[in-house]
């Protein structure tokens, strides 16, 4: 039974914006906080952001700063994450992740 899915993957170019969305159907406590990671070819899992169900607090990993934004819905059960002035290194499978369960992951491409 799939836990997350995560949507809203694509091919941009350099600059465009992208968000996407980690739909969860388990339920999410208060102490939980969600990820978003990447994996590019040929690289590890790297982390991208998170934010904690209970207070909304938000961190970024330092290559996203100032760039992308996370947003939980509460009501929805969802996270999504915001990605705006994309570049080539933002290439990647974008992952939700909450306690031990995974998504499978949507694709961003950024070329030219």
């Known amino acids: 039974q799939v836990q997350l899915v995560e949507s809203g993957g694509g091919s941009v170019q350099p600059g465009d914006s992208l968000t996407l969305t980690c739909a969860a159907s388990?339920?999410?406590?208060?102490?939980?906080?969600v990820f978003w990671y990447r994996q590019a070819p040929g690289k590890e899992r790297e982390f991208v952001a998170s934010?904690?169900?209970?207070?909304?607090?938000?961190v970024y990993g330092d290559s996203v700063k100032g760039r992308f934004t996370i947003y939980r819905d509460a009501a929805r059960n969802t996270v999504e994450l915001e990605m705006h002035s994309l570049k080539f290194e933002d290439t990647g499978v974008y992952f939700c992740?909450?306690?031990?369960?995974w998504g499978q992951g949507t694709q961003v491409v950024v070329s030219s």
């Open positions: 992740n909450v306690r031990s369960e």
């Open positions: 934010v904690k169900w209970r207070d909304n607090v938000k």
């Open positions: 388990l339920t999410i406590y208060s102490s939980d906080r």
